[in-house]
Each structure stands twice: as structure tokens, then as C-alpha cells.
């Protein structure tokens, strides 16, 4: 669910850059499992090798807001020791979500936070996560028509920005199979307005899902592309029906799962087999947002403790909502050092469960000492850690 904090703008400290230069951080920290790519094979992801893949890890929430807000690009730090931090979870996948404004520099977005400064910091973030044995997905969750500032997540994509931003992201990234691209976060149009837009379910002309995977596979990228379902992408039940045509073939099936949802872990999972086990039997699913019910009453480890299991048992992907230490439920940390969450009883079980179930899988996976080497990422230099000091929310 769209569950993003509201910031008032502050002074963004920078000083770090140097110290960063002058003494690069170290990455070999902890034995990390080696990133080699990945495709489509089947219903699976895989490396490039055709080994089946566990995409498993958390949300990074940031980089959607802070930009707009006109505050900084990350919530918190953005450099090698935070990704580290990630890694020594056993994380080998993050979701990046991404604000269209900041990326293509447009309306009215402080130029300090937008356009080369936002794709740039991006851009740097993604190698060092990549570095640290962490696939990624870039995810574009907010986005406004015309001249509106993209604020918040509507209801679908806009045909006047959301094409240029997939040509722009996929162009910046053809060449690192180590990155995929999330299309749209969470609509709530109906199927046929997501697969081929619309004028009258949004409010504004839409861009359905179709133009933005050409829009993608035209600038010449051929990573996997996760296409959600629709209401707040917890519904999957039609997805084979409005799966958009992707002449690689390479399509992922994105779904948003928490303990409250209709599709979550009530009926211990019913619905889950139910309804999105035959599409994962056909391609390949991810839980690109998931976790327990937002409220502190009920925000325990109860749904996690059948929503991480199934989507094990049936090869689905997901990352945890999320590595930021907001200090509310659903932060799975209270430090960017990687210390779980402990604000309250219900966010301490909930993100030590998260954080236990992770590692326990991470440990059955190949690994390889210290950081590696990707072919066709960019040499980048770290940035220094990009907005304020966390606030309570």
C-alpha cells in the first residue's frame, strides 16, 4: 500500500564526499552472494547462467518523496556501509521506487534534487547495491499529468510523462542486467485502463502498460520488466488475461501483499493459492511490496509468518516495505547501520522475523568473499548520503 511519509523541507548536510574519496569504504565486510544478472526463463528468474534465482530483500523508500519535497534524493544514508548494512541481512533484492519529476528535471523540481543530480545519484546507488550482491528493481510509483507536481501516487501512469521516463531509465540502464524495471507501483484503474490507457477512469489520459514496456524494449533494454496488478496491485486474478505483449518475453507479475489486504494472509493464505499460484505457474511472480497490517494493534509477525513462507514454497519474490527507520511498524530498522527495528513490541517481532527469515535463506545460497564485479555497470565514484537525519513520523 502507498504508505510514504510527509516531510517539511530542511538543510541537507554535506560533508561527506571527501572522507568518502579520501578513504573509500571497504565492501568486503561480509561474504556476499554474487550478482550475475538475471532474465526470464519459463516461469522462473534466473542468472544469466539459467540458475533459478530467490529474489528475496526490502524496499527503499526515499527516493519517490524526498526529491518533490525539495529536501534531498535518499531518506537517509545512501553509501557503501548502509548497502553493507542490507547485504549483512542476507537482502539480495531492492526496490528502488522513483519519482518521474526528479528524473526527467521537470516542474519545478529543485535541480539540486532533480534531472542529472536525481539520475546521477540513482545511478550510483544502484552500482553500489549492485557491488554488495543486491539485484535491483526501479520502480515508478509517483507521477503527475502536465504540469502538476508528482506528489503522491495516482491512480495510474500519465501519458505525458511516464513514456519519457521509461525511455530515459531503460536507456541510463540497458546495460546492467543486474537492474529491472517495475512499470507502476499500484493502480487502481481497471484492466483494460492499466493494459492500454485511458481518458475516464483517472482524471487525466493515461498511459497503459503495453506503452510502457515498448517504451522500455525500444530504447534497447532487455532486462525482465514486473508489470502489477491492479487495486493497489493486490489483485492478480486477471493479470494473464491483460499481460501486455513483450516480444523478449521477459515479464514478471508484480503483487502487493500485506496482512490486511483481501489477497493477504487471511484464510491462512487461501486466496494466495487461489488466485495468484496460477500465475506464478506460468510466469514469474514477485510480492514487490509486503508486509503486516498497519496498525501497531495488529502489526505483529502473524502474517509474515504465512505470506514469506508461501511465496517460498511457490519461487515468488519479495521484498519487505521497508528499510527505513521511520520508527513506525513497518520499519524494518531503527538504524542505517541494519539494527531491526525496536520502536515499539509490534515493529520489534515484525522486523525480526523479517530479518530472521531473510538471513536463514541467505545462507543457503552460493557466496562469494567481498564485493564483485559487474559487467557493463558503470565505474562510479560513491556519492555522500543524500538528505536529513531521520525524523520521527
Known amino acids: 500500500m502507498n504508505r510514504r511519509p510527509a516531510h517539511a523541507a530542511l538543510p541537507i548536510a554535506a560533508t561527506l564526499l571527501l572522507l568518502m574519496l579520501a578513504a573509500p569504504t571497504r565492501l568486503e ?13 519459463g516461469n522462473r528468474v534466473t542468472d544469466l547462467a539459467g540458475r ?20 534531498g534524493i535518499f531518506d537517509g544514508p545512501s553509501d557503501a556501509a548502509s548497502v553493507q548494512a542490507m547485504a549483512g ?36 546507488f544502484v552500482d553500489l547495491l549492485n557491488l554488495s550482491g543486491i539485484y ?14 508528482a506528489t503522491y501516487q495516482p491512480p495510474a501512469p500519465d501519458q505525458d510523462h511516464s513514456p519519457a521516463f521509461w525511455t530515459s531509465v531503460a536507456t541510463t540502464f540497458k546495460s546492467n542486467a543486474s537492474v529491472f524495471f517495475g512499470v507502476w507501483g499500484e493502480p487502481t484503474v481497471s484492466w483494460s485502463c492499466f493494459l492500454n490507457g485511458c481518458s475516464n477512469e483517472a482524471g487525466y489520459q493515461t498511459a497503459g502498460s503495453q506503452e510502457l514496456v515498448t517504451a522500455i524494449r525500444n530504447a534497447g533494454a532487455s532486462q525482465p520488466i514486473a508489470v502489477p496488478g491492479i487495486n493497489y496491485a493486490n489483485d492478480l486474478t486477471q493479470w494473464l488475461a ?23 494472509a487471511q484464510s491462512s493464505g487461501a486466496c494466495l493459492t487461489t488466485t495468484i499460484a496460477p500465475v506464478a505457474a506460468a510466469v514469474p511472480v514477485i510480492f514487490g511490496e509486503t508486509g503486516e497490517t498497519y496498525d501497531d494493534s495488529e502489526c505483529t509477525s502473524a502474517n509474515m509468518r ?13 521484498a519487505a516495505w521497508t528499510w527505513d527507520a521511520w ?12 539494527s531491526p527495528n525496536t520502536t515499539s513490541p ?48
Open 327 to 338: 520508527g513506525d511498524c513497518l520499519s524494518l530498522i531503527s538504524s542505517y547501520n541494519g
Open 242 to 264: 491483460y499481460e501486455p505483449v513483450d516480444p523478449l518475453g521477459a515479464l514478471v507479475a508484480e503483487a502487493h501483499i500485506y496482512g490486511n489486504n483481501s489477497c493477504g
Open 52 to 71: 533459478p534465482l530467490m529474489l528475496r530483500g526490502a524496499n527503499r523508500s526515499g527516493p519517490e518523496y524526498a526529491c518533490i519535497q525539495g529536501w
Open 89 to 124: 541481512w542476507g537482502i539480495n533484492y531492492t526496490r528502488m521506487p522513483l519519482n518521474e519529476d526528479c528524473w526527467l528535471g521537470i516542474n519545478g523540481v529543485d535541480p539540486a534534487y532533480g534531472g542529472a543530480s536525481y539520475r546521477s545519484a540513482i545511478a550510483s
Open 306 to 318: 504465512v505470506i514469506l513462507p508461501w511465496a517460498d514454497a511457490h519461487n515468488v519474490g519479495y
Open 136 to 149: 535491483v528493481e526501479l520502480s515508478l510509483i509517483w507521477g503527475a499529468p502536465g504540469t502538476n507536481q
Open 346 to 393: 509490534a515493529g520489534a517481532a515484525y522486523a525480526r522475523y523479517v530479518h530472521d527469515h531473510i538471513s536463514s535463506l541467505s545462507q543457503r545460497l552460493p557466496i562469494t568473499a567481498g564485493g564483485v564485479s559487474i559487467p557493463g555497470t558503470r565505474s562510479t565514484i560513491p556519492q555522500a548520503p543524500r538528505g536529513p537525519a531521520p525524523r520521527p513520523r
Open 29 to 41: 565486510t561480509r561474504p556476499t552472494a554474487s550478482v550475475s544478472g538475471l532474465k526470464v526463463v
